[in-house]
């Protein structure tokens, strides 16, 4: 008969422990998960030619891009170059914002009133040398295009009348005619800062902005410089919206696409049209062409609002449906002064000059 021993269960007990102990070790899996690396295949990369982007295809080893995901089973592995706890695309786009600070045109509007070189001088009515540009500015506010040290402010009322020279490095600019200034000589300032307020101090004939580069103790005309700038600005633009959106840009607007657009959309009398919108947005740079997309300042008659437009081809279409279907035959000249486009009375004869030019 069985009986409840407490001295023989305990030995029972020691001697099943004794044999656990001496059995091989058991392999458990925790119950957690590592990160494995994933490969995405990139096949396309922004180039800059011209005006113009296009793409380019990568070979197979420029074109894998490594990726953090969730996953069973692997290890991790992370390059040494790229901190752990950094996003790549944030790093990248924070890059993009920096470059963009940098740089600024001088007006939210260019329109070119008088080129670099020989012209007509507006008060001696003799040919004189032009030593910059003027832009059609009536006391707007003036930008510094790039960091540099205010290097002087003159108050005057001859010549460029209220003027600041920036220091640029290997470039010297002189913002000309300005009404007041608001930066102190030997001041360093920021791309974008406000230098002061156009106007018509000194020699001019009325309200606008001279800026004059020199180089190398030369002056040098501003306007492909200008143009360049305008360019790169595009291009960070295209290039943030690229990284924040994962979508490519659409091809930069330039005078062969909107040559293009404006014969698809069956516009009359094209390079009239095109000069328009080159008076309008001084070559593609003014503000309301950057944001709207308006190539030629059309606004809503309800409220007097800029019309803002998904892409520059719709505003195309707009002037043909809002503008040209007013026109029936005759010169397309006076047409335009007849339903009253623009308040400038030069406006048509600004409009044959760049016609001449196309």
């Known amino acids: 008969m069985y009986t409840k021993n407490p001295i023989s269960r305990c030995y029972r007990v020691l001697f099943f422990t004794l044999y656990f102990l001496s059995l091989p070790a058991l392999k458990v899996t925790a119950q957690f998960y590592t990160l494995k690396t994933e490969t995405r295949k990139i096949s396309k990369t922004l180039l800059s030619k011209g005006d113009s982007i296009y793409q380019r295809t990568l070979p197979k080893e420029e074109s894998e891009e490594k990726l ?10 992370i390059s040494r170059d790229v901190p752990v706890f950094v996003n790549l695309t944030d790093s990248l786009l924070s890059g993009l914002i920096r470059e963009r600070m940098n740089v600024c045109l001088p007006l939210d509007l260019l329109n070119v009133n008088s080129e670099f070189g020989t012209r007509r001088d507006p008060i001696s009515l003799c040919r004189k040398f032009h030593d910059g540009i003027d832009f059609q500015c009536r006391y707007g506010r003036v930008y510094s295009m790039l960091p540099g040290i205010v290097r002087e402010v003159h108050q005057g009322k001859k010549g460029y009348g209220n003027y600041v020279l920036l220091d640029y490095g290997n470039l010297q600019c002189l913002y000309g005619h ?162 009253g486009y623009a308040e400038d009375e030069s406006y048509t004869i600004k409009l044959k000059q760049i016609v001449a030019s196309l």
């Open 68 to 77: 953090v995901s969730m996953g069973k089973g692997y290890k991790v592995t």
């Open 178 to 339: 300005l009404s007041c200034i608001i930066v102190k000589q030997n001041e360093a300032v920021e791309a974008g800062t406000i230098i002061g307020i156009s106007g018509s101090s000194g020699k001019s004939t009325g309200p606008h902005l001279h800026l004059r580069i020199e180089k190398d103790g030369r002056n040098v005309d501003p306007e492909p410089f200008i143009a360049y700038l305008n360019h790169y600005i595009t291009m960070l633009h295209d290039r943030i919206r690229y990284l924040q959106d994962g979508t490519l840009p659409k091809p930069g607007l330039n005078m062969d696409q909107l040559y293009a657009v404006l014969q698809k959309y069956g516009i009359r009398y094209p390079k009239i049209v095109m000069a328009q919108a080159i008076l309008e947005t001084g070559y593609f740079t003014s503000k309301i062409c950057l944001d709207k997309n308006n190539l030629f300042g059309l606004r809503s008659p309800a409220d007097g609002s800029y019309y803002n437009f998904d892409t520059w081809e719709e505003s195309v279409k707009a002037y043909r449906d809002y503008v040209q279907y007013k026109y029936r035959n005759g010169n397309y000249y006076t047409f335009l002064n007849r339903i």
